[in-house]
């Protein structure tokens, strides 16, 4: 079992930062690939970030490419998603989860463990 708690959220103004963490306890995480995924308003969860298990590989949803980065540091078994230049368009739930798979997942059924989310809001 893994637990995943995130936080960081928050409401900001259009172009400044956030950057979310998501905690992990229980079994190995240093083993798990780790994604992002967001869910807005009225739309379905969409992929945001993946990270492999060493974060050695990544991938991104091109609506965020430039502007975000996933990155892990295993030893404080901890994920994070560093958000810059926010738009109104970002203002979601973002959760992380965690997948056995261990390389660069983007299909959140492939992901074993979750998140409970955690509020972005973005003001134009």
């Known amino acids: 079992q893994v637990q995943l708690v995130e936080s960081g959220g928050g409401l900001v103004q259009t172009g400044d930062s956030l950057r979310l963490s998501c905690s992990a306890s229980?079994?190995?995480?240093?083993?798990?690939?780790v994604g992002w995924f967001r869910q807005a308003p009225g739309k379905e969860r969409e992929f945001v970030a993946a990270?492999?298990?060493?974060?050695?590989?990544?991938r991104y949803t091109d609506s965020v490419k430039g502007r975000f980065t996933a990155s892990r540091d295993n030893a404080e078994n901890t994920a994070y998603l560093q958000m810059n230049s926010l738009s109104a368009e970002d203002t979601a739930v973002y959760y992380c989860?965690?997948?056995?798979?261990?390389?660069?997942?983007?299909?959140?059924?492939?992901?074993?463990?979750w998140g409970q989310g955690t509020q972005v809001t973005v003001s134009s």
């Open positions: 989860a965690a997948s056995g798979v261990g390389y660069v997942v983007i299909n959140d059924y492939e992901y074993d463990y």
């Open positions: 229980g079994r190995s995480f240093s083993t798990y690939a």
């Open positions: 990270l492999s298990y060493s974060g050695s590989f990544s």
